[in-house]
């Protein structure tokens, strides 16, 4: 595989996450590779909103992402949005909040987490 050459995949589907999961199993490979041996995983939807959902990544493309990457995964997986209100009031809106029990993920608003200046 060539790492200069960024790796796509266009798919289509009659629903949002049929259509991310084809998308995703077609580098299925590429991806087990990416994540192999990795002690954390980010996932990191876009919230522009915390209650339009037309702003925000819809929770069936997470979900077909965590589809992909649950069984692959030996570490951690976290899901982290900073919106641009409230990150954990979005992800009650969206239906975000399932995902820690469906998949036993963390979730985590990056606007209230520590950081460290490097």
């Known amino acids: 595989m060539n790492r200069d050459k960024p790796i796509v995949a ?3 589907g009659t629903s949002r996450y049929e259509a991310v999961k084809k998308a995703l199993d ?15 995983i980010l996932i990191k939807p876009n ?3 915390d209650s ?12 077909a992402l ?9 570490g951690e997986i976290i899901i982290g949005e900073g ?12 239906g975000y909040m399932n995902l820690k029990s469906e998949y036993g993920v963390e979730l985590l608003d990056l606007n209230s987490d520590e950081y460290v200046e490097a």
């Not at 077609?26 to 954390?40: L, M």
């Not at 965590?66 to 030996?74: F, Q």
């Not at 919106?83 to 969206?94: C, E, L, M, P």
């Open 10 to 12: 266009v798919s289509r």
């Open 52 to 63: 339009v959902q037309l702003a925000a990544t819809h929770v069936d493309v997470v979900k």
């Open 26 to 40: 077609a580098i299925h490979d590429d991806i087990a590779r990416s994540i192999k041996g990795k002690r954390r």
């Open 83 to 94: 919106s641009y209100g409230d990150t954990f009031k979005g992800y009650r809106n969206f």
């Open 66 to 74: 965590l589809d992909t990457i649950v069984p692959l995964a030996t």
């Open 47 to 49: 919230f522009v909103s």
